[in-house]
């Protein structure tokens, strides 16, 4: 059994009064060893993700406060975006102007390697001039050579294999309403894809337990499946009603994501019956969450009626994406 480290805990921001320009700067978080990069959560420790976590809801208070320290005041982030954005990058672009810095928007279309420069050389330009690197694209291997080849910090935005920025946002939105995460109950309905990967591994750090109701053909990563379940209760079934049956959270994504467009009707045929709707959730405990990452397919992976009915709880996710980004950026460039 997990200690009590994903309990909430909302720590007071310093008094304005108190703030001067030498201190503007505040320490790391705590945590097991220092972070360098973002580029999936197994590479966290579970006090790293905690302290992430708690200084997420110290950055959301400031904010709701209307206060912004300039803890990044000038410093710039370059983020580079090979797949289209709505959520990642204004969250991003916003969290760098509230924390004094500002971001570069890096369109691989723009950049030299979208003509073939090699991603090592990209990575030793862009630490040349920039503090921190974050990335959108297709391929984990880029992301993991970009930051092998880089002096700064690297975050990993959204790739095919992982979502780290999205979970620790997703972690943060059900503390906040379950007011602990050790303990409880998840059941993820649909693909196994980047999200079911990155929720495997959150759940593995923080104590819940997860059940992915996937059709087959379409399981996570088998390696993280082996390493998640070797640290958690970990279920993989073709069941959605097993999977829901007593849940505190149930979580949904869109049956064919960004690259999979040629796979859209194969992917309804396949994946019909895992739809979460209000009879699903019936099987769930009472009070129980919905979670979506967004962007949502009404009619498909979830219904209009159940997407509406917990609309607070998913676009309180959504807001989460900024306050835990910046708790990320903090960390790496603070």
Request: aromatic share 6%; glycine share 8%.
């Amino acid at each position: 059994m997990m200690n009590n480290i994903f309990s909430a805990a909302v720590m007071e921001p310093p008094a304005l009064t108190s703030i001067t320009p030498e201190i503007i700067s505040i320490t790391k978080v705590p945590g097991a060893g220092p972070m360098k990069h973002l580029l999936k959560l197994q590479d966290l420790s579970e006090a790293k993700l905690s302290a992430l976590l708690d200084s997420a809801d110290r950055l959301k208070k400031e904010k709701q406060q209307g206060i912004n320290y300039p803890y990044l005041k000038g410093k710039t982030l370059g983020m580079i975006f090979e797949k289209a954005s709505t959520r990642t990058r204004i969250s991003f672009e916003a969290g760098m102007y509230q924390l004094g810095g500002s971001a570069l928007f890096l369109s691989s279309n723009d950049l030299q390697i979208g003509r073939g420069e090699p991603i090592e050389d990209t990575a030793r330009v862009l630490s040349r001039y920039l503090d921190g690197v974050m990335i959108r694209t297709f391929s984990q291997q880029m992301v993991e050579t970009l930051a092998a080849y880089s002096s700064i910090p690297v975050i990993n935005g959204l790739t095919d294999y992982a979502h780290p920025c999205q979970v620790l946002a997703d972690l943060m939105t059900i503390r906040e309403y379950k007011g602990r995460l050790n303990g409880l109950k998840m059941a993820y309905i649909g693909d196994g894809n980047n999200m079911a990967n990155s929720l495997m591994a959150g759940a593995a750090l923080t104590g819940i337990e997860l059940t992915i109701a996937c059709p087959e053909g379409y399981h996570p990563d088998p390696e993280l499946t082996k390493w998640a379940q070797a640290r958690s209760q970990l279920l993989i079934t073709d069941s959605p009603e097993q999977a829901v049956c007593g849940a505190d959270i149930v979580y949904t994504d869109v049956w064919s994501s960004m690259g999979q467009e040629s796979e859209v009707e194969k992917r309804r045929i396949d994946f019909a019956g895992y739809q979460v709707n209000q009879a699903l959730m019936e099987k769930a405990q009472p009070g129980a969450m919905v979670m979506h990452c967004l962007p949502a397919h009404r009619g498909e992976e979830i219904s209009a009626e159940t997407l509406e009915s917990h609309a607070n709880e998913i676009f309180d996710q959504v807001e989460n994406r900024l306050h835990a980004q910046k708790a990320v950026l903090l960390e790496l460039l603070g």
